[in-house]
Antibody, heavy 118, light 107 residues
Framework: EEQLVESGGGLIQPGGSLRLSCAASGFTVSSNYMNWVRQAPGKGLEWVAVIYVRGSTDYADSVKGRFSISRDNSKNTVYLQMNSLRVEDTAVYYC????????????WGQGTLVTVSS | DIQMTQSPSSLSASVGDRVTITCRASQSITNNLNWYQQKPGKAPKLLIYTASSLESGVPSRFGGSGSGTDFTLTISSLQAEDIATYYCQQSHSSPPWTFGQGTKVEF
């Protein structure tokens, strides 16, 4: 059975760093585009970052230069390193698979909450 | 960036009603439009991809249409379990891949 389990969220002060993890089972992350999508409390969905099959990456302008997506193929896990966190980064962060490689988000994890507050 | 605009932002309907949600892109995205359903406290779920293709396991009362800049999600006969917020998302060319602001369907 396919599964995505996010972890690493929590309360962090502005300017701090946090690393989110997304452990996959039932499929191989390196064979799919893997994304992070976030949702601020009571708000809509915002795409954050993608790591492609070849390992290259793309980011939303709002996080470019502060966030970094990576993967560990041996652990079948995707990461989101978040630095210089801002209050406006507060959100539930979802790990999302795109098995089509056409930017269609076909499987979502349950999400992990990141709260940036002093 | 391509902007996605959904209407209405919310709607009230009854069981058995036909429900229509529209999504408009700021430029042509051909058929690169996907629909998601999100129930309270849950992750979004893919319903429709490439404008009109039904994701496996999704009930046939859900349907999608459109191309270019104008798209529609239709629920042919609303069921109680369809109460949720629905989002469109464009998957055209390069990132960022943007979502509509959501349409909340209530009774």
């Amino acid at each position: 059975e396919e599964q995505l389990v996010e972890s690493g969220g929590g309360l962090i002060q502005p300017g701090g760093s946090l690393r989110l993890s997304c452990a996959a089972s039932g499929f191989t992350v390196s064979s799919n585009y893997m994304n992070w999508v976030r949702q601020a409390p009571g708000k809509g969905l915002e795409w954050v970052a993608v790591i492609y099959v070849r390992g290259s990456t793309d980011y939303a302008d709002s996080v470019k230069g502060r966030f970094s997506i990576s993967r560990d193929n041996s652990k079948n896990t995707v990461y989101l390193q978040m630095n210089s966190l801002r209050v406006e980064d507060t959100a539930v962060y979802y790990c999302v698979r795109d098995s089509s490689n056409w930017n269609i988000f076909d499987y979502w994890g349950q999400g992990t909450l990141v709260t940036v507050s002093s | 960036d391509i902007q996605m605009t959904q209407s209405p932002s919310s709607l009230s309907a009854s069981v058995g009603d036909r429900v229509t949600i529209t999504c408009r892109a700021s430029q042509s995205i051909t058929n690169n439009l996907n629909w998601y359903q999100q129930k309270p406290g849950k992750a979004p779920k893919l319903l429709i991809y490439t404008a009109s293709s039904l994701e496996s396991g999704v009930p046939s009362r859900f349907g999608g249409s459109g191309s270019g800049t104008d798209f529609t999600l239709t629920i042919s006969s609303l069921q109680a379990e369809d109460i949720a917020t629905y989002y469109c998302q464009q998957s055209h060319s390069s990132p960022p891949w943007t979502f509509g602001q959501g349409t909340k369907v209530e009774f």
